[in-house]
């Protein structure tokens, strides 16, 4: 079974929709949970934090935290051409010693059409 | 220069050459990381160093040596490699204060490796 688990896509979606986009993690002591986007010849750069189970917003991104259900999302409301990247689910785990281990899925590419 | 720098963007090497990676930040963080990015797989942590201290190696092959001199500064050896480490290499930091960690890395451009 893999760590973290997203469908790899593409997801398609009209411009001004709602673009849903999951994720599974196999961890129940996981801690925290992010979503990364990476547009295509980029590096990924964080665009949420969750830790608690719920939604949390900003802006026209909300996350959503179900740890019973070891599943986090990312909705993208109103969605623009701007958007279509691929999204990074990725989960934390402390290290002995300092540092944090980041385990990433292997992301959903989400296009954004006119 | 502010974020994270990494340096060269593009590199093509044989499998017997030796060559290093660089990559330092400039963002006051105490953890850095090298990750390794390749098509339709997940990125893979390969090295954490936490204070200029590995805490981390994700059972790595020895052909791939990392250094961490001081907390800005991280770089990747390269030797005999084969060709399926052909991958972009991201470099990336993070703040380790427990209090506030949010665990967010900030990463580099990427080093995009070609083994020939």
């Known amino acids: 079974q893999k760590e973290v688990e997203q469908n790899s896509g593409p997801l398609s979606v009209p411009e001004g929709a709602i673009a849903s986009l999951n994720c599974t993690y196999s961890?129940?002591?996981?801690?925290?949970f992010f979503w990364y986007r990476q547009y295509s010849g980029k590096s990924p750069e964080l665009i949420m934090f969750?830790?608690?189970?719920g939604d949390k917003e900003d802006g026209r991104f909300t996350a959503q935290l179900n740890k019973a259900s070891q599943y986090v999302s990312l909705l993208i409301r109103d969605s623009q051409p701007s958007d279509s990247a691929t999204y990074l689910c990725?989960?934390?785990?402390?290290?002995?010693?300092?540092?944090?281990?980041?385990?990433f899925g292997t992301g959903t590419q989400l296009k954004v059409e006119l | 220069e502010t974020g994270v720098t990494q340096t060269p963007r593009h590199l093509v090497m044989g499998m017997t050459n030796k060559k290093s990676l660089k990559c330092e930040q400039h963002?006051?963080?105490?953890?850095m990381y090298w990750y390794k990015q390749s098509a339709k797989k997940p990125l893979e942590l390969m090295f954490v160093?936490?204070?200029?201290?590995?805490?981390e190696n994700n059972s790595v092959p020895s052909r791939f040596s990392p250094e961490c001199p001081n907390s800005s500064h991280l770089f990747l050896h390269l030797h005999t490699l084969q060709p399926e480490d052909s991958a972009l290499y991201l470099c990336?930091?993070?703040?380790?204060?427990?209090?506030?960690?949010?665990?967010?890395?900030?990463f580099g451009e990427g080093s995009r490796l070609t083994v020939l």
């Open positions: 990336a930091s993070s703040q380790r204060s427990s209090v506030q960690n949010t665990g967010e890395l900030f």
């Open positions: 961890d129940r002591g996981s801690q925290s």
């Open positions: 969750i830790y608690s189970n």
């Open positions: 990725a989960v934390n785990a402390r290290i002995t010693g300092g540092g944090n281990k980041l385990t």
């Open positions: 963002l006051g963080h105490n953890a």
């Open positions: 160093y936490n204070f200029k201290e590995q805490t």
